[in-house]
């Protein structure tokens, strides 16, 4: 694989715990990643009411996981007989990712979109259409859409949210991130989130937005490249996939001139 990034730098926004693959990526290929973490993610303080939370797992048909970070911030299954309660529940992951962090820990995915990797596909997924009179407990951060919900419940199903973390904004120094903008030195921007992307708007001087907004950004979703075009972004690229190979072969093709700037 030749080396398409030589130089190039590309912003990455990821929480830190979860920049370092496609920063590697990006090295492998010749780029200077430049992390700056726009999110991160925290534990809650309320742990009596997710343990609460957990001890109501076999009342339900379905548990649905928005996120890794929904399968890492706690250990589910320190207690063995956990596991065993849980055959009886279906256990559906956003995208491959959270299917693989689910696998991990030690329980198997009853469904996972093939793709999409979004509210939408998990919904357009033939085994939730009909849920009359099913239980389903989605475990997420706090906040964050309410698609997925809504949905169920007007199919019949009755739904509950489990809320294992939050995210918060990083007290991160700018001012590098700021001086790279302004020099016309920052080359790709990556982005993951919409919060991710909101941040990184409150994190940098306004002064220098309108030269953010010529950058080519690179998002994982149409959801994320519609608000990003709504703030302003003049260059958005959408990845085929959330993963971090996707993104950084979107990083490229948006270096090499391959892309026609829609928007």
């Known amino acids: 694989m030749s080396k398409l990034l030589n130089d190039v730098r590309v912003l990455v926004t990821r929480p830190a715990h979860q ?8 090295e492998e290929q010749g780029g200077i990643p430049v992390r700056f973490p726009t999110l991160a993610i925290a ?16 009342s339900y048909q379905w548990l649905i996981f928005i996120s890794v970070n ?11 007989d956990k596991i ?12 491959e990712a959270t299917a693989e962090a689910l696998l991990l820990a030690g329980l198997p995915v009853d469904l996972v979109p ?8 998990v919904l357009a997924m033939p085994a939730l259409q009909q849920m009359q009179g099913q239980r389903c407990l989605i475990v997420r951060g706090v906040g964050g859409r309410e698609e997925l919900a809504t949905t169920l419940r007007s199919r019949g199903a009755v739904v509950d949210y ?6 918060i904004m990083p007290s991160s120094d700018s001012s590098a991130v700021n001086l790279l903008v302004a020099q016309n030195k920052l080359d790709v921007i990556t982005v993951s989130s919409v919060t991710a992307l909101q941040n990184l708007l409150i994190m940098l001087d ?17 959801r994320i490249r519609h608000i990003a075009a709504d703030i302003g972004f003049k260059r958005i690229a959408v990845t085929n996939r959330p993963s971090d190979i996707a993104v950084l072969e979107t990083v490229k093709t948006c270096v090499t001139g391959g892309l026609a700037w829609p928007n």
Request: with cysteine; glycine share 4%.
């Open 19 to 26: 920049a370092e693959n496609l920063c590697r990526l990006l």
């Open 43 to 58: 534990a809650l303080e309320n742990k009596l009411a997710i343990k609460a939370g957990l001890a109501k797992w076999t």
């Open 114 to 121: 093939e793709q999409g990797y979004n509210s939408e596909a």
């Open 206 to 222: 306004e002064q220098y937005h309108q030269r953010l907004f010529l950058i080519p950004l690179v998002v994982i979703s149409d």
């Open 84 to 95: 065993k309660k849980l055959k009886s529940v279906r256990i559906a992951a956003i995208g």
């Open 70 to 80: 929904a399968v890492t911030m706690h250990s589910y299954y320190s207690v063995d």
């Open 162 to 167: 489990l809320e294992v973390y939050q995210r």
